[in-house]
């Protein structure tokens, strides 16, 4: 057998801002196809719950059926116990009938509209069978009247469904069942989820330096973002400004050293003076100076590899992604918490390798066999 090579690592994780809907991660010291991995894994195989089946008794509202149970489908149900239901084809006590309370939950809907104002049906009007299962909306403004400093929007009506006319009724029980992303993106717990390369950004000062303020304004502003900016530390008027004045009292002082020549201190003045005037020289050629000021900014546009090429600078800034870094951005749809869909989607995938591991074969998976084992 070939000698086995590990390739085991050990990511690190550090959170830089979570909130109930939204997380942003740094995810270090791991591979491309890890983070893409974890990335494919929560949009489309975190499983959630949403109404699946929809039978409908009554419907005299203006919208058809199908166009119905569609929109029933579309409101994100609470799914925090997803992850320990049954998928409904793999549930044993209801042989895959998909309608028992380890693969399914019921919903009532029962509305009519008897006055002459038109009635807004919305998923507040959805009545679950589950004590923790209901429409996402309803479940926050459980939460906003419990908690008095909550603010009181007047958007807190659900989630429109269809609206009914005097006469109109719809009458329909719904089940709700465990899916994933990959089956229909009804299911799919997260809005959005990005990661980006963190970049690692070179200014060839020495370059860099050759060019006037103009210029580098010009170069800074180049860039679609804010990834540039000019120093305001070392702003050349600010420089100026101190040369001036200790290059006068250096003058003045210089003038004075031969009427006080006896007059030790007002010489030692003008020898502190000229040596301050010739540091402040001396800052003031580094002055102007062109900083990163958020590398992350960087949307890999190149404009400013461009600009300075057109400028006859080429060289003058390296960027390059961090092959092992990455910044990820989750937002959820509200059915689980962000940090749930992130730790759910590791389970998710560690159970993926647990099937690729019990199949596999040392002939066949000879290197993944050893990625998986970390060598040995
Ligand atoms: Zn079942």
């Given at each position: 057998m070939a000698e086995r090579v590990s390739y085991q690592r050990f990511p690190k994780v550090r959170i830089r801002e979570l909130k109930d809907d939204y997380v942003k991660f740094e995810l270090r010291e791991t591979d491309p196809s890890i983070a893409n991995a974890l990335r494919r894994v929560m949009l489309a195989e975190v499983p959630t719950l949403a109404i699946d089946l929809v039978e409908i008794e009554v419907n005299s509202s203006v919208l058809n059926d199908e166009f119905i149970a569609h929109r029933l489908g579309l409101i994100p149900l609470t799914s925090d116990d997803a992850m320990g239901m049954r998928f409904s084809r793999d549930c044993d006590s209801c042989d895959g009938d998909g309608q028992c309370d380890y693969c399914s939950v019921e919903f009532h809907l029962n509305v009519r509209c008897d006055s002459d104002q038109t009635l807004d049906v919305t998923s507040a009007d959805l009545r679950s069978?589950?004590?923790?299962?209901?429409p996402v909306d309803v479940a926050h403004r459980v939460l906003a009247s419990a908690d008095p400093n909550s603010y009181d929007s007047s958007?807190?009506?659900?989630?429109?469904i269809v609206k009914l006319r005097r006469g109109q009724e719809l009458r329909l029980r719904a089940i709700a069942r465990k899916g994933i992303g990959k089956d229909?993106?009804?299911?799919?717990?997260?809005a959005t989820v990005t990661f980006l390369y963190e970049p690692q950004i070179h200014i060839n000062e020495e370059l860099m330096e050759t060019l006037t303020l103009e210029e580098k304004r010009a170069w800074v502003e180049s860039?679609?973002?804010?990834?540039f900016g000019i120093d305001p530390n070392t702003q050349q008027d600010f420089g100026e400004m101190f040369v001036g004045y200790n290059l006068i009292w250096a003058v003045y002082g210089c003038l004075w050293v031969p009427l006080t020549i006896l007059c030790a201190a007002e010489f030692c003045f003008a020898i502190a003076m000229m040596l301050n005037c010739l540091q402040l020289n001396e800052l003031a050629l580094h002055n102007n100076e062109v900083v990163?000021?958020?590398?992350?900014?960087?949307?890999?546009?190149?404009e400013v590899i461009k600009k300075a090429e057109a400028m006859?600078?080429?060289?003058l800034v390296e960027i390059y992604p961090k092959e092992d870094s990455f910044i990820f951005t989750v937002e959820s749809t509200?059915?689980?918490r962000a940090s749930q869909l992130v730790s759910n989607a590791l389970e998710v995938l560690r159970q993926k390798l647990d099937a690729v591991r019990l199949q596999e074969d040392e002939s066949d998976f000879g290197e993944l066999s050893a990625h998986l084992h970390g060598g040995g």
């Open positions: 069978t589950s004590p923790t299962v209901c958007d807190q009506r659900g989630i429109l229909h993106a009804k299911w799919s717990p997260a860039s679609p973002t804010r990834v990163v000021v958020d590398p992350e900014a960087y949307t890999y546009d190149e006859g600078k080429p060289g509200g059915a689980i």
